[in-house]
């Protein structure tokens, strides 16, 4: 049995990974601004399910959370940096503190819980790290810079991670979903720019209008997903980068193309700059 610790355990991706891993038999600490939304464990699941409030954004209260989590199940198997949200829109049309507001929940949230877990999985030696990046922190899609920014950022800290942490047993996982039907495009989780510059309005509408028709319809399945976190946490060895679905298929295969054809074209280039 393995107990679980989830960020944004309350809706979409978050919640279907709690609920697998207590279909799996296995001990969840579901954590989420608002606990309660998480509803009652299924039944027959109460005593393996503990909710604790927390915003990611709050160290103190990350610091807490994982402090009752090893109060009730005494370790911590998997942590799940699932928190998160997409701050989309052109770069020159978000504001600085818009950046940063990305930035204290993409990033430094994953960070700060990974801080708080990592001294009870180093004394364990064993623990799997996995966190949920997104095709925009492998590839940079047009108006969605910063949100690219803040994935990539989580991408990069992952591999380099990974390699510090093996000697302790620890695995990371840095997880690519493509497009998956939750709440992700919805008003109620997404976020577009803060004003209107007129030399971007005809892309951002472009843009908006796209998402807005795809909320509610991705082609990616968070059941299925939540299903492939189950196999990946059970598998003997874990992948550094694990994309999701086949939209995140093609997207890995043409930028890993992309940056052959790069280094072929601009050989002679980059072998100039040694001594
Ligand atoms: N769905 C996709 O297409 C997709 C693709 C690539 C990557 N992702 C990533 O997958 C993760 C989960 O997103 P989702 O698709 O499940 O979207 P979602 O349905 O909008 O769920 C987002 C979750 O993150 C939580 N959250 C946001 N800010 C938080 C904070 N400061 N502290 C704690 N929790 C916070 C939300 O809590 P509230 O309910 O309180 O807002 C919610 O539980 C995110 O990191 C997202 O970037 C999603």
């Known amino acids: 049995m393995r107990t679980w610790f989830i960020t944004g355990a309350n809706r979409g991706l978050g919640l279907e990974i709690a609920l697998a891993a207590l279909e799996a038999g296995d001990n969840v600490i579901a954590t989420a601004r608002n606990p309660q939304q998480i509803g009652e464990a299924p039944e027959g699941f109460a005593d393996r399910l503990h909710t604790i409030p927390l915003d990611v954004t709050d160290r103190a209260a990350v610091d807490e959370a994982v402090g009752a989590a090893i109060a009730r199940f005494g370790r911590i198997d998997v942590l799940v940096n ?10 020159e049309e978000i504001a600085p503190e818009t950046v940063s507001r990305q930035f204290a929940t993409n990033v430094f949230g994953v960070f700060d819980v990974t801080r708080a877990v990592l001294p ?122 694990l994309a ?10 043409n930028k890993s193309a992309a940056l052959a054809d790069n280094i072929e074209q601009w050989k002679e280039t980059i072998l100039s700059t040694d001594f």
């Not at 699932?82 to 770069?91: D, E, I, K, S, V």
């Not at 623990?127 to 949920?132: A, N, Y």
């Open 82 to 91: 699932n928190a998160g949200y997409g701050q989309l829109g052109a770069f």
């Open 120 to 241: 009870v999985m180093r004394a364990q030696r064993s623990g799997h790290i996995i966190t949920i990046s997104s095709i925009a922190g492998m590839q940079g899609f047009e108006g969605s810079s910063i949100y690219c920014a803040a994935k990539h950022a989580v991408s990069g800290w992952s591999e380099g991670l990974a390699r510090e942490v093996a000697p302790f047993g620890i695995k990371v996982t840095c997880v690519y979903p493509g497009r998956f039907r939750t709440d992700f495009l919805d008003g109620s989780s997404v976020r577009y720019g803060d004003f209107a510059i007129e030399d971007y309005a005809e892309a951002s509408a472009r843009h908006r209008q796209a998402l807005d028709a795809n909320n509610h319809r991705q082609i990616g399945d968070p059941r299925k997903f939540a299903a492939l976190m189950l196999a990946l946490v059970g598998a003997e060895e874990a992948p550094v980068w």
């Open 244 to 253: 999701t679905g086949s939209d995140a298929y093609a997207i890995f295969a």
